[in-house]
Each structure stands twice: as C-alpha cells, then as structure tokens.
C-alpha cells in the first residue's frame, strides 16, 4: 500500500515524496489509518520495522490540519532512552519538513546546563511534539516546567524495555498528569505479562495490531548445550580457553543473575562488563562505550541490550538461560550476524528449560544442534521430548467490539492523492 492512499495530508506527502519513501512497511499499513481514525492503537513489531513513521506521521498530518492550541504540549513521545530520542527526533525533523507550524523539542538527559535551559525554553514556547526520556521528563514535571493537561496524543515506544530498565512507576505518574480524551499509541517488541498489563491500564478500547516475529538470518550459526546450571561456568571456560573472547555478549534474563555471572568471569580473568537496569544513565553509556571501543571483551546484560544496540561486528551470542520466548530469543542472537557478517549463537539449556526451548525450535522450524559437553563436566540431563500444549494465540484486531461511533470524530478534508 503506498502512502498516498492514506488520509496523510499533502505536507507530509510532499516530505515523503522528497526522502523517497513511497511503499508502507506492514506495520505502517495497519497503524496509519487506525490512529489517524482516532483509536488507540498497541502495536507489537520487532525494531527495523518502521514503527516511528507508524506513530509519526499519522500525529504529524493531524497537528498540521487540525485547530491545536499553540502553547500547549499537544503530543508527547517517551523513549527509553536518550539515544532513541534522537534518532525519533531526527526522524521529526525529516517528517515534519513542510511542516511550517509543527514545532519539537527532545528532553533527555546525561547533558549539561545548556542543554536543560534550550529545553526549557522549548516546553515554555509550547513545542507541539515533546520527545523524552521518562527520568528528564519527570524531573521537568515535578519542578513545574511543563503542563500535560491539554496534551492530545500520548505515545509510549519501546515499552517492553521500558519495563526492563525500570520505569513502570515513572510511566504511571506521566500518564497521571494527561487528560482522559488523549489519543494513547503504545509499542513493544514483545508482549509478555507485564506489557499486557500496562496496556489493560494504559490504553482505552484500543486496536491491537502484531506483526509476526521474522526467523533468525540464516548466516548465524545456532547451537545448544545440555546442561545443568552448574555445568555452565565450565562450558564457558572451555568455549574461551583459546583466549578468543573478542565481541561476545552474555545475556541472561535476570538482573542478578548478571552481576553473579560477571563477578565469576571476572575471576576467571575475563574482560568483561554488566549490563542492567540497576547501573545509571551515565553507567550504560560508560560500559557501552567502552565496549563499542574494544576496550571490553565481554559484555554480560539483560535484555536491555537485545534490541536497540547498534554494534555490527559482535562475534558471538551466547544466552546464559533460554529467553522467555521465541521473540526474545530472535531479539538476543539477531545482534551477531549484522551487516552480512557471520556470527554464533549458542543457548545454555537446563533441566527444567528444554520443553520451552523446543517452543522455540517449534518456531524456527527446525532442531537445533545440540553440543556435547566439555570432558570433565559430566552428563547433561536427557533432551527428551514432551508432549505440546495447546497455546492460546491471538489473531489481529480489537480486543472489544465496538459500534460504528470513533473518537476524535474529526471529518477527513478531501485531499490531493498524489505526493508531487
């Protein structure tokens, strides 16, 4: 579907036009017309897949044509990092270029005082799009910076990793200060329990739109091991005897579980460093850094770094414990193998794991290879089969049935279907 069969109005057409940008990705498709029909929307989409230009320009198309007051906030964006908020921001920027009376500014911190004061001076000017971290946010909330009371749309991206940095309680008091009638758009990669939940709480009515999860690139090479935990510290040894530990990540689903991992390692006298919610804005910016720079062998996280990292060159993979599921594990080996490079994935398998990671060679398609276990460490527990359950999956759609009325009733103008 091209972009010109769409309400987007003709500004953001002519911006599309200049950037080449023509086909919708799926996401867009299904996101586009919901929002700009008013609905809330949860969409669950894997990153890469367009999903800021899903939320972007349907917001951008209704500012340009509708009566929204000029100092007011009128649409706010949370990232969860500051990172992301630039790249959304550049994205604005690029979007909105015929866009003469749509204003923005980016709030997130890790900056000096120069920076909070051309926020400021942003929020007090009434930028029309607000694009933030939760923590700078709140800090410009509590001092009275800002007034959310006339906001019309509320966009929560990434919001599973939200959760995994700790900024549930945070997002709570954000969404407090926003008035009922405001347009909710929430996205994660992922939907487990706790995304639902923020969702049931976050959103009204809203259209659920996911994409299913694209399989692993072909060029990783996947593997497994058997074990118990115990067995595992000593797999890792024998898996970096060699002394090749160059462009590794270790992931692990709890945050506890890093810290342990990566004080053992470090007494194995591996170069490594933790990834994880508990470390500060400026604490992850450190450590990524510095193995950005090579300076680390070893990165050992949480599934903060599954999605959004941008390091084309990691080497191997190996998931400490298996993910929760197939996207999780999708998310986690799909930052080896970039940029059509080779790369390795190797998953640790415990006794009480195996009937969830056959769930997750289910998806794939295919079994995965199963390594022995290094001389000296014992036997593993038996891979045995079991017998499948029936899951309950979800088809596309809204969660209720709804009548024929929408909200923000607004009728579309006739507009010029054509970008130039």
């Known amino acids: 579907m091209k972009f010109e069969e769409t309400y987007l109005n003709d500004n953001i057409l002519d911006a599309l036009y200049d950037m080449h940008f023509d086909e919708m990705t799926p996401i867009q498709e299904k996101c586009i017309p919901e929002i700009l029909d008013g609905y809330d929307v949860l969409g669950v989409a894997q990153t890469g897949t367009g999903k800021t230009a899903a939320y972007l320009l349907p917001i951008l198309s209704m500012l340009d044509d509708g009566d929204y007051p000029k100092d007011a906030i009128n649409c706010v964006v949370m990232s969860p990092t500051r990172e992301l908020a630039q790249q959304i921001d550049q994205a604005m920027q690029g979007f909105g270029y015929y866009l003469d009376g749509v204003s923005s500014v980016a709030v997130y911190g890790g900056n000096d005082g120069n920076r909070y004061d051309q926020e400021l001076r942003g929020m007090r000017l009434g930028a029309d799009v607000l694009i933030a971290t939760p923590g700078r946010l709140l800090s410009h909330l509590k001092v009275g910076n800002l007034d959310l009371s006339r906001c019309s ?33 929430m996205f994660s990669a992922t939907m487990p329990s706790k995304i639902r939940e923020l969702a049931v709480s976050l959103l009204h009515d809203p259209v659920e739109i996911k994409l299913a999860v694209s399989k692993p690139a072909e060029k990783i090479q996947q593997s497994a091991y058997v074990c118990y935990d115990p067995q595992k510290l000593g797999i890792i040894e024998h898996l970096f005897k060699n002394g090749d530990l160059q462009r590794v990540i270790i992931f692990s689903g709890k945050k506890e579980r890093v810290k342990d991992i990566t004080r053992r390692l470090k007494r194995m006298k591996i170069n490594c460093a933790e990834m994880h919610s508990d470390l500060s804005q400026a604490e992850r910016d450190d450590v990524m850094y510095r193995f950005k720079a090579g300076q680390v062998d070893v990165l050992v996280a949480t599934d903060i770094v599954s999605r959004g990292i941008d390091i084309d060159d990691i080497r191997i993979v190996l998931n400490y414990d298996v993910p929760h599921d197939a996207e999780d594990y999708v ?21 009480t794991e195996i009937y969830k990671f056959q769930g997750i060679e289910h998806f794939l398609g295919k079994e995965v290879e199963k390594r022995p276990l290094p001389e000296g460490l014992g036997e593993g527990p038996a891979y045995t089969k079991r017998e499948k359950k029936h899951s309950d999956t979800r088809r596309h759609g809204r969660w209720h049935s709804r009548g024929n009325g929408k909200r923000n009733q607004k009728k579309k103008s006739s507009r010029g279907s054509s970008a130039k």
């Open 331 to 351: 998310h986690r080996i799909g930052r080896t193998a970039r940029a059509d490079r080779d790369g390795v994935a190797i998953t640790f398998v415990n006794d």
């Open 153 to 185: 749309f509320f966009v929560l991206d990434e919001a599973d990793r939200m959760l995994d940095m700790g900024f549930s309680e945070d997002i709570m008091k954000i969404v407090a200060q926003l008035p009922k009638s405001c347009q909710r758009v």
